[in-house]
């Protein structure tokens, strides 16, 4: 039976409902949970497609979260700022409703960023050879520095998505990325300055990787480049600086995400993380948490959980072009938080799991033979053990379909 878009939206709203199963925003509120203002404001658009979605203010976004459960809210700079408001009593204003309207609606800034790549004074990256687009360059670091104070934030991120090049033999590596690094000190050395002068914290601030796009050759295209270039002795304050990997980024480029993180870890290095979902080897989908990688997303949060990280998880996806201006709210974010929830759950039923426990502390205590240099005698005592390698395996894959409460199928 075709439908009219009132009956279209009251079917979803039905079928929403008939899903069950979500929580409520007291408990979603419990979780350190940030949405990101220009994920709920993307009107769809991209190189080759045009928007499906009208513009979307920060008020409506903010209410729309107060009510979600989603307490923390993230920006950019010009998310919400012109670009003739930057720095002047424009900013002031709108910074200020900013703040009234996240106090008025219970959430936080936990976290603000600069768009040092979609003006039109990027076009040769943020740190490129004019002395005058690196001093921009820093000056927006410093302000946005200093809007985060404002809004009592704790954390800032940095993509340098367009510090790369599209021909070869046009940039000279080291020196860029020495650029880079003096703008990351001018944005320390800021937010030390503004801390002092406001008796708060300094903040964190974090590091984002993307392999591929928006240029051809990316300077720091991972979270391992990254972690080199901030102990590279170039940062004047590297412990004030670490790491914001997105999910999708550390996959898109071929790699374990785990790994990734638990490199990240080692060094002490994870302040943030952005969470969703895609594809290897692909552009960057930014499609929302669990709808691709579920098995791959519970095993990430077992290793979150067991290590304590305590940052936030923000919501770095983009809603589908082909979902509506109120399936943001009404799906899109909501779902996406639930089942970030379901698996941080989930990873603490693998956590607790007697089986599992079982055979993890059984391959660590081995077959008790005594250590020598007997290759063969020390594989023939422990090749049974590795039998629950794979048994492992398939108990995870139990624990993320229910089979361990019980969900049999015709069995
Ligand atoms: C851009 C990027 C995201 C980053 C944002 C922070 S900008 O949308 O693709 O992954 O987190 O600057
Ligand atoms: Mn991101
Ligand atoms: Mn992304």
């Known amino acids: 039976m075709p439908l009219t878009p009132d009956q279209q939206r009251a079917l979803v709203a039905r079928l929403t409902a008939a899903c069950g199963g979500s929580y409520s925003p007291d408990e979603r509120r419990k979780h350190f949970i940030s949405g990101p203002q220009w994920a709920a404001a993307y009107e769809g658009h991209a190189i080759f497609h045009a928007p499906t979605r009208k513009p979307v203010h920060f008020e409506t976004v903010i209410e729309h979260f107060a009510k979600i459960g989603i307490n923390h809210w993230t920006t950019h700079d010009t998310d919400v700022l012109p670009y003739d408001a930057l720095g002047n009593d424009k900013q002031h204003a709108i910074v200020g409703q900013i703040d009234a309207c996240l106090k008025k609606n219970g959430l936080k800034c936990s976290m603000v960023t600069t768009e040092t790549f979609h003006h039109a004074v990027f076009a040769g990256g943020p740190a490129g050879e004019q002395m005058e687009v690196r001093d921009y360059a820093q000056w927006r670091l410093r302000n946005t520095v200093s809007i985060g104070h404002e809004l009592g934030a704790s954390y800032v991120v940095y993509w340098p998505g367009s510090l790369g090049y599209q021909f070869q033999g046009i940039v000279d590596e080291v020196q860029t990325l020495k650029w880079f690094a003096e703008g990351m000190n001018a944005a320390c050395e800021a937010d030390i300055e503004i801390a002092k002068a406001k008796g708060r914290p300094t903040m964190l601030h974090c590091m984002e990787a993307k392999p591929f796009e928006p240029q051809a050759e990316i300077l720091l295209p991972t979270s391992d480049a990254m972690l080199a270039w901030i102990f590279s002795g170039q940062l004047k304050y590297p412990d004030m600086v670490g790491l914001n990997p997105e999910y999708l980024h550390e996959l898109m480029w071929g790699g374990s995400v785990r790994a990734s993180l638990a490199r990240a870890l080692l060094c002490n290095k994870l302040f943030h993380f952005d969470i969703n979902d895609g594809y290897r080897l692909k552009h960057d989908v930014d499609i929302a948490i669990g709808l691709v990688n579920p098995f791959d997303w519970l095993n990430v949060l077992v290793l979150l959980r067991t290590y304590n990280y305590n940052g936030p998880f923000n919501l770095d996806f983009k809603p589908p072009r082909t979902t509506s201006n109120d399936g943001v709210f009404d799906i899109s974010f909501p779902t996406a938080v639930d089942r970030f929830i379901t698996l941080w759950e989930m990873a603490g039923e693998v956590m607790t ?45 139990q624990i993320l379909i229910g089979a361990h409460k019980g969900r049999s199928f015709s069995l």
Do not use: C, V
């Open 353 to 397: 799991d007697p089986i599992l426990s079982e055979a993890a502390a059984a391959l660590r205590d081995g077959s008790g033979i005594a250590p020598g240099q007997d290759a063969t005698s020390i594989f023939e005592a422990n090749k049974e053990l590795w039998n629950l390698h794979e048994l492992i395996a398939h108990r995870l894959f």
